[in-house]
């Protein structure tokens, strides 16, 4: 599976920004696409999660409310919008490909090179 994320840009805080990441080769149903993000001197964090065939999301209590996960299976893009965006967001984002409902960065096997987020206040 090859992941190539896009959509990160320079936003005030309260702003909003929709990320995508287009993935190739195998998206089997039990696959799990998630997004993460890492700060500068930080490690990287799950954001949120959604399972390939049944559209099941799973949410970081620090973005839940504001960040929405959706897929669209005819087009392979796992897309993150991101609304009332804060300067804690700024981050690198990342998406990545797994099988479990997990927040945990062992848990995902394949990772897309990441789009930065920066959230101006």
């Known amino acids: 599976v090859q992941l190539q994320a896009s959509g990160g840009g320079l936003v005030q805080a309260g702003g909003s920004l929709r990320l995508s990441c287009a993935a190739s080769?195998?998206?089997?149903?039990?696959?799990?696409m998630g997004w993460f993000r890492q700060a500068p001197g930080k490690e990287r964090e799950f954001v949120a999660s959604?399972?390939?065939?049944?559209?099941?999301?799973f949410y970081a209590d620090s973005v839940k409310g504001r960040f929405t996960i959706s897929r669209d299976r005819a087009k392979k893009t796992v897309s993150l919008q991101m609304n009332s965006l804060k300067p804690e967001d700024t981050a690198v984002y990342y998406c990545?490909?797994?099988?479990?409902?997990?927040?945990?960065?062992?848990?995902?096997?394949?990772w897309g090179q990441g789009t930065q987020v920066t959230v101006s206040s």
């Open positions: 990545a490909v797994g099988q479990h409902m997990s927040g945990l960065t062992s848990d995902y096997r394949y």
């Open positions: 080769g195998r998206t089997l149903t039990s696959n799990v």
């Open positions: 959604i399972r390939w065939g049944s559209g099941t999301t």
